[in-house]
């Protein structure tokens, strides 16, 4: 049996519990990392704190396809290795900011996924609990903005145990169906 179907298996209560559990051990996996991010679908931005009163000049930084290191120069890098998906280098950037954090920016090259974490070999985090901002949906076209709405609706009847958006068209045709044909009996119809 898979961890899903164990989960799937769980009673509200416990799925909460469950949720609950996981969000802090993530929360906590996060918080001791060298560095805090955050992402969009299309962007990453990760914040590292160094020394008070450090400068550009005195950072040595490399942002690459697939990896990423940066750290005070003559010394060990605070954050190095692989990214976790490649993203576009010359849309890439970084500064200092205050001279107490650098600000780095990758742009993801696909710009459809969640990333699970900034480096592979540090903690994941669950994408699945992502909700991406609202605001952002403004800036879809119509048709696209559309179609996340008819997914986020019909993810959150799901999870409702209600009918999705085409059940209930499907659901609104056959009522309007039997109202036009009251002679017809349904009662045993099964519909798909």
């Not at 898979?2 to 009673?11: F, K, M, P, Q, V």
């Amino acid at each position: 049996m898979s961890a899903e179907d164990d989960y799937n298996n769980l009673s509200a209560e416990e799925r909460e519990a469950r949720d609950r559990e996981a969000r802090l051990r993530e929360q906590e996996e996060q918080a001791a990392l060298p560095y805090s991010w955050t992402q969009e679908l299309g962007e990453v931005d990760v914040t590292i704190p160094v020394p008070q009163g450090t400068r550009g000049k005195d950072l040595h930084v490399v942002i690459d396809k697939k990896r990423l290191s940066v750290g005070l120069k003559g010394h060990e890098p605070i954050m190095a290795g692989e990214l976790c998906k490649e993203i576009k280098v010359e849309d890439s950037t970084w500064t200092v900011q205050d001279n107490k954090a650098v600000l780095i920016h990758l742009e993801k090259l696909n710009k459809q996924t969640w990333w699970e974490n900034v480096l592979t070999h540090h903690p994941k985090i669950d994408t699945r609990k992502i909700e991406p901002t609202n605001s952002k949906l403004s800036d879809l076209d119509n048709e696209t903005r559309g179609m996340v709405e008819k997914m986020m609706f019909d993810n959150q009847q799901k999870q409702l145990g209600r009918p999705t958006s085409d059940e209930l068209k499907k659901m609104e045709a056959l009522k309007k169906f039997q109202a036009a044909h009251p002679e017809l009996d349904f009662s045993n119809a099964k519909i798909s």
